[in-house]
């Protein structure tokens, strides 16, 4: 080998050796991690569900007569106010029985009519004759026992006497029972007044069967659906209009059951309508079922809008955003650098002299971004923020701080 050759693979050797120690070097170094600080800030926890707009009240508006549709007044999305006349049947014949029952309840009242201005009065009238031809039947009965007592008189004048008078006390008992029936509390005064009572119900029931013609809106409202048009035949009990009250604006949301012991009423939420994702409007927790749903696992939870968006709709769906928690100056790091966050015991890999060592953590509220560390860690803590598959105890690496939101800095 020439002295030339011997230089040439003495320098490919010192190459060689040199690239040799550098991976070594590196290898006992350790891996580059990522590593975050746990810093003092403040750390929201929330749960998240999704659900629907809770309409006020739904009220099905159905026909009360059997008729066909005249005027359908009101469509899809109105509003309407309590009152507004939305649907008009057909009125023909609730008018004619209108006027049939009042024509009726007339002729009640002119015969009552009759009974107190006409009939009693002649019957009382009447009951003053027969007592006065009772008195002078007395006295002729008188004259006539009289006279044949004394022998001037005949039997068949006192035998004619004696009829007379009889016919005279049937003739008042019966003015005074005439008399009776047509005064206050008579046979037919009661008669009299049961007939117009009978008409004046009647003609009610007319009236409220022309008025059943005109659909009204109950409440303040919208109109949610329209089942009808004009030309329909409807029967009693067909669903015409769908309706929603006017009222308060709430959402339903049904979040697992292992939030329960976290929620409750007050507590503020942020929610928003899957068509207007980035349009998020405050509510409030109002109510919160006292059951669970054993099927589900769920809970009913009702939280009220206060100021509703106006693009709000009854039964739209909404994630709901509900602020269980809030701790201002609390130590925290990203959620990805705790480990096993979920499980019963987290932990998270913390650096000292270029080592990894697993360091269990206690765990505070979880918000979106940062988990709250309660225990195990200060701020002079170097944690991993991307932990290596192959990490193990011990093992060294070489370490490159992060910004305190996870970004890794230069």
Request: charged content about 25%; hydrophobic content about 45%.
């Amino acid at each position: 080998m020439t002295k030339r050759s011997w230089w040439r693979v003495a320098f490919a050797l010192a190459i060689v050796l040199f690239v040799v120690a550098g991976v070594l070097h590196l290898s006992l170094r350790g891996p580059r991690v990522s590593v975050v600080a746990p810093v003092r800030g403040t750390v929201t926890e929330t749960v998240v569900s999704s659900g629907r707009v809770l309409a006020p009240a739904e009220i099905n508006l159905g026909a009360l007569v059997a008729s066909s549709v005249r005027e359908v007044h009101v469509r899809e999305g109105d509003a309407v106010r309590v009152g507004q006349l939305l649907v008009q049947l057909d009125d023909t014949e609730a008018l004619a029985a209108v006027q049939q029952a009042e024509a009726a309840l007339a002729q009640a009242q002119a015969g009552r009519f009759e009974l107190e201005r006409l009939s009693e009065p002649a019957a009382r009238s009447d009951l003053g004759q027969a007592e006065a031809n009772l008195e002078e039947a007395k006295r002729d009965l008188q004259r006539s026992k009289t006279l044949f007592d004394a022998g001037f008189g005949t039997q068949a004048e006192l035998d004619q006497a004696q009829t007379a008078h009889a016919v005279a006390k049937s003739q008042r008992e019966a003015a005074r029972l005439r008399l009776r029936a047509t005064t206050e509390g008579g046979s037919q005064s009661l008669l009299s007044s049961a007939s117009v009572a009978v008409a004046t119900a009647q003609l009610e029931r007319a009236r409220a069967e022309l008025a059943h013609t005109r659909l009204t809106s109950p409440v303040d409202g919208v109109v949610l659906a329209r089942n009808v048009e004009p030309g329909d035949a409807v029967m009693i009990g067909s669903k015409l209009l769908l309706l929603s009250r006017t009222g308060a604006t709430r959402l339903v949301i049904e979040p697992d059951e292992r939030n329960l012991a976290r929620l409750a009423v007050g507590q503020r939420a942020l929610a928003s309508a899957e068509a207007f994702a980035d349009q998020r409007f405050d509510a409030v927790v109002q109510y919160i079922a006292p059951s669970v749903d054993p099927q589900r696992g769920t809970v009913e939870v009702h939280l009220g809008v206060a100021a509703p968006p106006d693009y709000l709709r009854p039964n739209m769906t909404v994630s709901v955003e509900v602020t269980i928690g809030e701790r201002d100056d609390t130590l925290l790091l990203p959620r990805g650098a705790v480990q096993d966050l979920a499980g019963d015991a987290p932990y998270v890999w913390r650096v000292e002299a270029g080592r990894a060592t697993r360091q269990p953590v206690e765990i505070g509220m979880r918000g979106d971004q940062r988990v709250e560390i309660l225990d195990g860690l200060d701020e002079a803590a170097r944690v991993i923020l991307e932990v290596p598959a192959s990490l193990s105890e011990g093992a060294r690496v070489r370490t490159v701080l992060a910004e305190p939101g996870g970004s890794v800095g230069e």
